[in-house]
């Protein structure tokens, strides 16, 4: 798959994700509104560039997807690609390898 092929599906996948996440904000009921960030898009196709570069250049998807991104939109995204979930004993191993990536 090249860049450009892997970089279309992850951006689909993200608007796709977004587009949830804005219509949960829209038909929330509550006095509290359903949290929602508009700047989020921006933040997630910037990051969707690096995880593409990485991946064409042969890192592993999965790993790749896990230390990227977080939350619902990690489990999204997960699913999107079909990949396993993540597991209970994996979660402490993710947020070591983001804080590394991250320099702490």
Known sequence: MS???FREKLGLALLRFDRLEHEKHL???SSRPYPYN?????IYLRRADE????????ADIR???LTNFNGKLQKYL?????LAPLAKD????????KARKMGF
Not at 38 to 42: L, P, R, S, V
Not at 51 to 58: Q, Y
Not at 90 to 97: C, D, G, K, T
């Open 3 to 5: 860049t450009q092929d």
């Open 63 to 65: 790993s790749e997807l």
């Open 51 to 58: 995880v593409a570069i990485s991946v064409c250049n042969g």
């Open 90 to 97: 994996e979660y402490n191993s993710v947020e070591a390898l």
């Open 78 to 82: 997960l699913k999107w690609f079909k």
């Open 38 to 42: 508009y700047y989020a898009m921006g």
């Open 27 to 29: 038909n929330s009921k």
